[in-house]
């Protein structure tokens, strides 16, 4: 072990006689070793602390363990929360993430300014269908405080088995009080590449959706892609929002496909500010208009995809603010089978802009409505006239946006707030009794999602439809 070495080579201290025995040595014409330079000394310093704690510590301490604190101990010291260090079962753990499946909840998940931040869930995840959304903080994980905990850590409480549940403590910028969103787990294929055509003002428009960038992707990309241009699409719509990102060379390989060789994709800069950059293996762009829709949960792999195509190629990116991730990590495994992943590069965008932590401004800003901000109901007890909380508010929200007035959505429930209940449950087939409780409020949340994932309802989609009228 590197350690044991230092200790081996420094396993000695200096004093002022051993400097005058020195002094003689070298008269004498003994082989002159230069003092040791601060660096070393410091290492040696590690090793002392290790040998110290190790034989002197009140209690017996696992070698292993002073080890791995003092590797995690280094990283932390970098203050970035992409840099980390993973012991095997972490280790393992990351490598599923890139599999074709695994067994969790489906969300991307990062560390923000020591919080653990949910970058976004997987489509038809069961973080998804349970409510969370992107920027949720996550504070505590079936009750247990996560505070302090790193990204892997916190990771690895919320992985479970397929059919259990989950509890997790989540604080949502707007919302007074944590929520608490129970998540079933499940088996979570990593299927990422999604297509259709949609047809538009007489002409065929092309949709491929990429929720996350793995091992397949760029594959199935190309594929389904190559299907839609058999229908003879007259343009193209990529939609990365809520794409957390993934490998580095699967968006380079799709980028290829819009991306002439005149400008590069992405450019990456290493610590001596030299750059490389990448190009497109293509030599021209397609014949037909593309357009990007991008939120907040669009990040790194997603960022690097939208920028090329804006900068390199003029393409318009429509929708929000990107996520703001500029950095590439590279995962180096130890003897151990443990890994550091290590932030070894900036990337910048094909001008060589970095945006890390501002992200990329849409072209044509579109917010999302009111429909896909709602929040997930909690009903421990039933909601009925007279009560006054947040979770009446969400409920109010979400009668408003199935077209049911509630007469207020301050969160309290009053007699117009009942009626509103009572004719939800009468189109519904469920017990009229102008109470909310868990049956009611599980229908209420499955008529969200259905008006949610009708394409009418999405702003974004349709401005990017829009745009194909006049390009």
Partial sequence: MLITSFGTYFGIQLTANDDKKQEQRNREGAIFHPSPTAEELDLAKIQKAYELIKESYVEDVEPKKLIEGAVEGMLASLEDPYSVYMNQEKAEQFKNTLD???????????EMDGKIIIVAPFKNSPAEKSGLKPYDEIVSVDGEDVTGLDVYEVTLKIRGEKGTKVQLGIVREGVKEPLTIEVVRDTIPIETVFSKVFENDNKKIGYIEITSFSRDTSKDFKEQLAELEKQEIDG????????PGGLLTSVEEIASEFVSDEKPILQIENRDKGREKIFSKSKEKKSYPVAVLTDRGSASASEILAAA????????????????????QQQIEL???????????????PDGNWIHQKGIEPDV?????????????QVDEPLHVDMNNEQVKYAQLILK??????????GYFNETTE???RLFQEENDLPVTGRIDEKTANAMEEKIREKQENVKNDRQLQMALKYFEYN
């Fill in 365 to 377: 800003p579109v917010e999302q409505a009111d429909l896909y901000e709602l929040h997930p109901l």
């Fill in 309 to 328: 195509l804006k900068e390199a190629e003029g393409y318009p990116i429509i929708g929000e603010r990107t996520f703001g991730k500029g950095t590439v």
């Fill in 401 to 410: 946006n199935l077209g049911l007035e509630p007469g207020r959505v301050d």
């Fill in 236 to 243: 193209l719509i990529i939609d990365v929002r809520g794409n």
């Fill in 335 to 349: 003897e151990d089978k443990s890994n550091i992943k290590l932030t070894m590069y900036k990337w910048l965008t």
């Fill in 100 to 110: 074709s499946s695994f067994e969790g909840i489906g969300a991307e998940v990062t």
């Fill in 419 to 421: 009626a509103a209940v």
